[in-house]
């Protein structure tokens, strides 16, 4: 078995843990928890890093960000599969909690049960847009994304990471980017057009 790494610094965001699921035009999700950014100190060397927890932490420890945290870990086996590049942390502890969050955007606080996520639904975040401005928000995701090119042959996978806004409608940080192109069978392609965005949002009003 690989001996676990330590870890410990300031919670820079917690984010939603959720893989996307492509086959051309129809897509699901797999809610798996959270994702920890952190900057501070892992297996002796100071640096930021990611790390994979499941739902529990978040039930159990409430993280948010600025909060000091610590615990041990393992670098993630399949890096297609994760956006993380820690997971199966243990002992996770808070050593020291941060101040309250300000004025958003970013929203941050702890971030909502993963049921939320779900019924919120969620649109396209431009790439470089979540990472200057939307790290730090408990509404952004970073998902790593299985793209079945093929129904008739499940196996024939592809691997891609896409970013996504789960927050409101109204923020001013928000830009959408390119739509969405999806691989599928003999060279076809389908393009996710916006409307994909409105219809997966559309029971929300705009500052919901
Ligand atoms: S665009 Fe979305 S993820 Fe980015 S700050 Fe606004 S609500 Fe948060």
């Not at 870990?73 to 297609?80: I, K």
């Not at 409608?169 to 994909?196: H, I, L, M």
Request: glycine share 10%.
């Amino acid at each position: 078995m690989s001996k676990k790494l330590k870890w410990n610094g300031t919670l820079i965001s917690v984010q939603p843990r959720i893989r996307l699921y492509r086959s051309y035009d129809e897509r699901w999700h797999d809610y798996s928890g959270y994702v920890l950014y952190v900057n501070g100190e892992i297996d002796g060397e100071a640096r930021s890093f990611s790390l994979g927890v499941g739902k529990s932490v978040r039930e159990k420890h409430q993280p948010k960000a600025g909060d000091r945290v610590a615990g041990q870990c393992l670098p993630v086996a399949d890096p297609r599969r994760e956006t993380a590049e820690y997971y199966k942390v243990s002992g996770f502890h808070v050593l020291e909690r941060g101040p309250e969050p300000g004025e958003p955007p970013p929203w941050q606080g702890c971030p909502p049960e993963l049921s939320v996520y779900r019924e919120r639904g969620h649109r396209r975040l431009d790439k470089k847009t979540w990472k200057t401005q939307c790290r730090e928000c408990i509404w952004g995701c970073l998902m790593p994304v299985e793209l079945i090119i093929d129904n008739w042959n499940p196996s024939k996978v592809r691997y891609r990471e896409e970013t996504f806004c789960y927050g409101p409608k109204s923020c001013p940080r928000y830009r959408a980017g390119p739509t969405r192109k999806v691989p599928g069978r003999n060279g076809q392609q389908f393009d996710e057009g916006d409307w994909v965005d409105e219809d997966a949002t559309a029971h929300r009003g705009p500052d919901e």
